[in-house]
Each structure stands twice: as structure tokens, then as C-alpha cells.
């Protein structure tokens, strides 16, 4: 009976081994595409968030000031110029933390343009 603990154990204890080692890969493996990705996409990425479990990223571009958005663990990246984002909000747990939006900048842009001529603008 003690014997067949001990194996029981053992192979118990190899199991979990094997599936770290194998999470390990699978982990080697995503942050490779993640890699692959953004040199495809010409991103020289100043800061990056990458979630947890390693499906989704945000990267900034400062430098040539980009925005990129990879999901689908890592196949799929959208990229987007900093000028062409009009508003952006940060959610957690269904309350807004942080929340901006350009698109007052540049209506009050165009109605000191309307008001003033090109000064206001």
C-alpha cells in the first residue's frame, strides 16, 4: 500500500512538471509571435501592456507616434496614428478611471474659427 502511494505521488509530481514545462513553451512560443508582429508592423515599441494571460497587447510608438492593438492571441494587430484617435477611455470593472476626448478640442477649434476667422483656429 505504501508502495503504490509513493508511485502515486511520483507520477503525480511529473505530471505537473510536464504541464509547466509545457505552459513554459506555449508562453516562448506566443511572446516570439508577439515579437514577430510588431516587426512586421514597423512598431519601434516604447511602452507595452500585455494582459495576463497573454491574448492581448497595447503598444506605443512614440517615436513615429502609433498606437498598436495585437488580440487573438497575438495574430491580429491593428495599428493606428495618434492623430487619427479622437477619444480615449479606460474602464475597470464597469467605472471609468480615466476619459478623454479630442473631438471638444477640435469643435472648439473650429468655432474659434467661425468666430475669430483664422486666429482661433
Known amino acids: 500500500m505504501f508502495f503504490v502511494l509513493i508511485i502515486s505521488i511520483y507520477l503525480k509530481a511529473q505530471v ?7 505552459h ?9 509571435k508577439f515579437k514577430k508582429n510588431i516587426v512586421e508592423h514597423g512598431l519601434q515599441v516604447s511602452k507595452k ?4 494571460d ?4 497595447i503598444l506605443l510608438d512614440e517615436q513615429s507616434q502609433k498606437l498598436g492593438i495585437m488580440y ?5 494587430t491593428k495599428t493606428y496614428a495618434y492623430k487619427d484617435i479622437l ?7 464597469g467605472t471609468t ?12 477649434a473650429i ?11
Open 97 to 108: 478611471l480615466i476619459k478623454t476626448s479630442r473631438g471638444s478640442q477640435l469643435g472648439g
Open 16 to 22: 505537473s512538471k510536464q504541464r509547466a514545462k509545457t
Open 87 to 93: 477619444e480615449v477611455e479606460i474602464v475597470e470593472d
Open 24 to 32: 513554459e513553451e506555449e508562453s516562448k512560443q506566443r511572446m516570439n
Open 49 to 52: 501592456y500585455i494582459s495576463a
Open 72 to 76: 487573438s492571441k497575438m495574430k491580429v
Open 54 to 57: 497573454m491574448e492581448t497587447a
Open 111 to 121: 468655432l474659434g474659427g467661425a468666430i475669430a476667422g483664422g486666429v482661433g483656429a
